[in-house]
């Protein structure tokens, strides 16, 4: 297949997840979405990238709900031939001492500006492997640690190594996007080493490595960073991944311990590797061996400075792709008032000059096509001149996605006597994560409750397709997170730029969108005490307020009005959040800076 961008490449974009379709299912929710987002804005800016992730023959799941709400997984049925390129190039990791043979996938992304981003998805469903090693590109986060820690060697080892076999020789950044990647670092120090005819690793391997790597982390909860018990990275790694260290080097034995989050003179005991208690954690790994790190939105470059204190953490705000996730009416729209913006993304200020009718025309197309949707799905039939909230994000608790039911006698009053409401969700539960499915089947059951009062409808088995259909259909975005738990969220993002006003608790990306009564509305405040606001009635006072008193009352009694929240959302957030603003961050500030930015201190 023509690669394009062999010779000119000179960043690799690494992430556990990536997705570009929805019939490709090589992700799982925002993570994902995010990476094809910024893959799709680097190949309209001509940035000099190539991608890397895993195939996943069978997919994250296939959500089935049943009249209670109970999740149902099946495996995602697709053939890759269908839409990607086999390449004859190969490579092989050693994983538990077995060597696994893997192969690459090709999908080119083409850019506005011509230019193109070549994709690549790992797959180790070959002939020559092991039965057992063969299904180790099946499932996005399936498994247990033994089958995600073997997952992460195929990505960041084998990701490095396919790239050298497919003939990229200019890479000068590696960017992993968050900490799953990270094991790429370990074959970058054994290419150092290698390359100046060593066998241990000093400390200008790991200077020279640092300055190569960026690393993106998505989490502020602590439960979200990889963390692998030693012994069991000794059993899959073993002596393929193992730091080979200068032992009287006393920087390579800091930096040891540093990743290893080790107590002093961990390292000296390095040479076996066995130390029960002491974990390989991904984000220390990349943390230490990176020249820039970065949080996702300004809020979260603050959380993440505290969870990791004595690192220097930037923060470049996440953002969308604009010409992904516009519906087509927009598109149409944007096409006769802004004809620039599938190039330029910040034209998107122009949307001021968009008639008020002509917007309202567009999104009342939009809003149909997802009244369809929903009855074709779900028998209910919608009103298309009720307000209509949207919620659509994955089923954790953190997410609060019943706040809303807080108090279901004030719910109906407020919709009772402010003219009408209803309500649709979507989004899926991680299939281990038992809270999370209970969370489902709590929102299906208070839709019941709620029968001949408001219409509520969970739509299953939620893709970039339905979150399209969504964030341009509903009238009203709702997010619900527990702050300071939300990193930055994107939904909103997609939502603002197909006018569509956010309801949101002020945390992650939205402290920096919300102009109150402009772009939309806070839930909450910002200098609200934490520890008061894990009583739910905090933002659920808070919510019903702005929902009963100021948004029904604007979109029933002075629609005109609402619509200029509307058309001020894509001006002001559309213009300004989505990923030609990001990426053009990314290189300024990571990819082609000057100088090394992150350090211990």
Known sequence: MWNPAINDATVAYFSMEIGLKSDLPTYSGGLGALAGDTISAAADLGVPMTAVTLLYRKGYFSQRLDEHGQQQVDDVVWNPADLLVELPARCDVKVAGRQVVLRAWQLNINGASGHVVPVYFLDADLPENDESDRALTDRLYGGDDRYRLSQELLLGVGGVRMLQALGYDNLTRYHMNEGHAALLTLQLLRDEANKHGRKTIIQADFEAVHDRCVFTTHTPVPAGHDQFPIELVDEIIG????????????????????????????????????????????????????????????????????????????????????????????????????????????????????????????????????????????????????????????????????????????????????????????????????????????????????????????????????????????????????????????????????????????????????????????????????????????????????????????????????????????????????????????????YFSRGNHNGKH
């Open 239 to 590: 002596t393929d991944g193992e730091f080979h260290v200068d032992f009287r080097d006393t920087y390579a034995v800091d930096m040891v311990e540093r990743i290893f989050q080790a107590d002093a003179g961990m390292a000296e005991r390095m040479r076996d590797l066995v130390k029960p208690g002491i974990c390989l954690n991904m984000t220390y790994l990349a943390l230490n061996l990176s020249r820039y790190v970065n949080g996702v939105a300004k809020k979260h470059g603050e959380v993440s400075r505290a969870m990791f204190s004595g690192y220097e953490i930037d923060a470049i705000t996440n953002g969308v792709h604009v010409k992904s996730w516009a519906s087509d009416y927009m598109h149409e729209l944007f096409d006769r008032f802004i004809p620039d913006w599938r190039k330029d993304s910040f034209s998107l200020r122009s949307a001021l000059s968009i008639p008020i009718s002509a917007l309202r025309a567009a999104h009342r197309k939009a809003k149909l096509d997802l009244m369809g949707i929903v009855k074709d799905r779900s028998g209910v039939v919608m009103d298309p001149d009720l307000l209509t909230i949207g919620f659509a994000r994955r089923a954790a608790t953190y997410k609060r996605a019943d706040l809303l039911f807080h108090d279901l006698e004030r719910l109906k009053e407020i919709a009772r006597s402010r003219g009408g409401l209803q309500i649709i969700y979507a989004g899926k539960a991680h299939p281990k994560d038992q809270p999370g499915q209970a969370m489902i089947r709590h929102i299906v059951e208070l839709g019941k409750q709620l029968e001949g009062h408001i219409a509520v409808v969970y739509l299953e088995n939620y893709n970039l397709d339905l979150a399209k259909r969504m964030t341009s259909g509903v009238d009203i975005w709702l997010n619900t997170p527990m702050p300071p738990n939300e990193a930055s969220g994107t939904s909103g993002m997609k939502a603002a730029l197909n006018a569509t006003p956010n309801l949101s608790v002020l945390d992650g990306w939205w402290i920096e969108g919300c102009i109150e009564g402009v772009t939309g509305w806070a839930i909450g405040r910002l200098d609200e005490d934490l520890s008061r606001v894990q009583d739910p009635s905090v933002h659920a006072e808070s919510l019903y307020h702005k929902l009963g008193e100021v948004i029904m009352p604007l979109f029933y009694d002075d629609p005109i009005n609402f619509a200029h929240v509307m058309r001020n959302s894509i001006a002001l957030n559309g213009a300004f959040f989505n990923t030609h603003r990001m990426v053009h961050q990314y290189v300024v500030n990571a």
